[in-house]
């Protein structure tokens, strides 16, 4: 019987444990914090400080996205030579289905939700599976056609066999420095998902974005470029009008949004569901039937020729660079804990009129912008500060290019308190 250690109790570390259970393998969970969820479900767990003594007899590491490549558990477990996997790495030693994989810096869940959905317009049993809340580890049991798996860097960084049929890289740019210690580092780790495919797998990525490109050339796979500004060669994207992919045909004034960034995940995903047997009718329901979640560019207020914008989700500099850039002139509200990233680009935007500095991030994005920047500290005085300087013909953006966890628990919560304060100053939506 083989003994498991699995770093980390939250969803993605029992979801292992589980698998692993029943799978007849002795497992540990460490995480420093007391886990009531873990001991209710009967695991043995250990708290508090590291401590090496827990590696004794160990066959597997599992490793959750919480502790970083240089933890000492990671570091020593591979130095007394125990393989370290992620969650996705040891749930795909279970599966026997087809696997479709997308990986990127931004956009990604919104690639993932697209594809499943178009499959499930299909007749296919299909879920979106993995970095979108719902870990690989509680779908290998039989009764699914494929599984659409969402892989962040953290996950694909430990994984050695992974081998999706179809995969997708919607963009690379710099993120998660402060866990992967490096951009080399980030970047290797997104490369990972194609690592163990071959020339009969299929790699989808946008052309209009350098690090997916750079990327996609290295790829073993047939490669098939997207963009959602024009239609590349060989590939998918906007024609006249129109969303082309293969033989599939939508008229782009049918979509829930014209974005490009829209366009291009809607691009990305029907190319990956055709692959696995969706029907051309079912990706046109799919995409047509389809809305980026909360918090991704999402309109909260209209009036005054103001246009209030929530893009919480852009949690880093190259995502809120594209929300950003989608507008003529911008107060854009920013900052936040920035995972050691470069934010200069941000605040000196041409189209950026006022940078308004929020949390740990606030003063120097400020100081960036120079006379531009305002510093409010706090969302609430963000948002009175916007209102006093924002006019006719202006956005004011929320795309703080950071994460939220220096004054929120999650992007969603800082989201929804923007949303909050503006509809308490302005009124509900209006057109």
Same mark, same amino acid.
Not at 246 to 270: F, K, R, Y
Not at 413 to 427: H, K, N, W
């Given at each position: 019987m083989s003994r498991l250690l699995v770093l980390g109790a939250g969803v993605s570390g029992l979801a292992a444990s589980r698998l692993a259970r029943r799978k007849g393998a002795s497992v540990t969970i460490f995480d420093e914090k007391p886990s009531p969820e873990a001991l209710a479900e009967g695991f043995a767990i250990a708290n508090g400080g590291w401590d090496p003594v827990l590696l004794n007899g160990v066959d597997v590491v599992v490793a959750s996205p919480g502790f970083t490549e240089r933890s000492m558990p990671i570091v020593e477990a591979l130095e007394w030579g125990i393989p370290v996997w992620s969650e996705v790495e040891y749930a795909w030693r279970h599966l026997q289905l087809p696997v479709i994989a997308i990986t990127g810096t931004n956009g990604k869940t919104s690639v993932t939700e697209a594809t499943a959905a178009m499959l499930d317009a299909s007749g296919l049993n299909a879920p979106a599976t993995g970095n979108i809340g719902a870990p690989l580890s509680d779908f290998t049991d039989d009764g699914y056609d494929a599984l659409v798996v969402e892989v962040s860097s953290f996950q694909l960084r430990f994984t050695e066999s992974f081998h999706p049929l179809a995969a997708a890289i /919607?963009?690379?740019?710099?993120? %998660?420095? @402060?866990? %992967?210690?490096?951009?080399?580092?980030?970047? *290797?780790?997104?490369?990972?998902?194609?690592?163990?495919? #071959? =020339?009969?797998?299929?790699?989808?990525? $946008?052309? @209009? @974005? =350098?690090?997916?490109?750079?990327?996609?050339?290295?790829?073993?796979?047939?490669?098939?470029?997207? *963009? =959602?500004? %024009?239609?590349?060669?060989g590939g998918g994207?906007? &024609?006249?009008?129109?969303?082309?992919?293969?033989?599939?045909?939508?008229?782009?004034?049918?979509? #829930?949004?014209?974005?490009?960034? %829209?366009?291009?995940?809607?691009?990305?995903?029907?190319?990956?569901?055709?692959?696995?047997?969706? /029907?051309g009718d079912a990706v046109v329901k799919g995409a047509t039937g389809y809305s980026p979640g909360l918090h991704r560019r999402s309109l909260v207020h209209e009036g005054n020729g103001i246009r209030w914008i929530d893009d919480s989700k852009a949690t880093n500099p190259h995502a809120a660079l594209s929300s950003i850039r989608a507008h003529d002139s911008v107060i854009l509200i920013a900052g936040g804990l920035s995972k050691g990233l470069d934010l200069t680009a941000m605040a000196t935007e041409p189209n950026v009129r006022v940078v308004i500095g929020? =949390?740990?991030?606030?003063?120097?994005?400020?100081? $960036?912008?120079?006379?531009?920047?305002?510093?409010?500290?706090?969302?609430?005085?963000?948002?009175?500060?916007? #209102?006093?300087?924002?006019?006719?013909? $202006? #956005?004011?953006?929320?795309?703080?290019?950071?994460?939220?966890?220096?004054?929120? @628990?999650?992007?969603?919560?800082?989201?929804?308190?923007?949303?909050?304060?503006?509809?308490?100053?302005?009124?509900? &939506?209006?057109?």
């Open positions: /919607t963009n690379v740019a710099a993120d %998660h420095l @402060d866990w %992967h210690g490096s951009e080399f580092g980030y970047r *290797s780790s997104k490369a990972r998902i194609y690592a163990n495919q #071959t =020339g009969s797998d299929l790699l989808v990525y $946008d052309c @209009d @974005d =350098g690090g997916a490109t750079e990327l996609a050339m290295a790829a073993p796979s047939e490669t098939y470029p997207i *963009s =959602g500004t %024009h239609l590349p060669s994207g906007v &024609h006249e009008g129109a969303l082309v992919v293969g033989e599939v045909v939508i008229d782009i004034t049918e979509l #829930t949004s014209q974005d490009p960034s %829209h366009l291009a995940n809607l691009a990305s995903a029907a190319a990956l569901a055709l692959r696995v047997g969706a /029907t929020i =949390g740990e991030a606030g003063p120097g994005l400020v100081a $960036d912008a120079g006379e531009r920047g305002r510093l409010a500290k706090t969302l609430d005085i963000a948002v009175e500060m916007a #209102t006093q300087v924002a006019g006719r013909g $202006d #956005t004011v953006l929320l795309a703080p290019g950071c994460a939220s966890f220096d004054q929120f @628990d999650s992007y969603a919560a800082r989201g929804e308190r923007f949303a909050e304060l503006v509809t308490q100053r302005m009124g509900s &939506h209006s057109q």
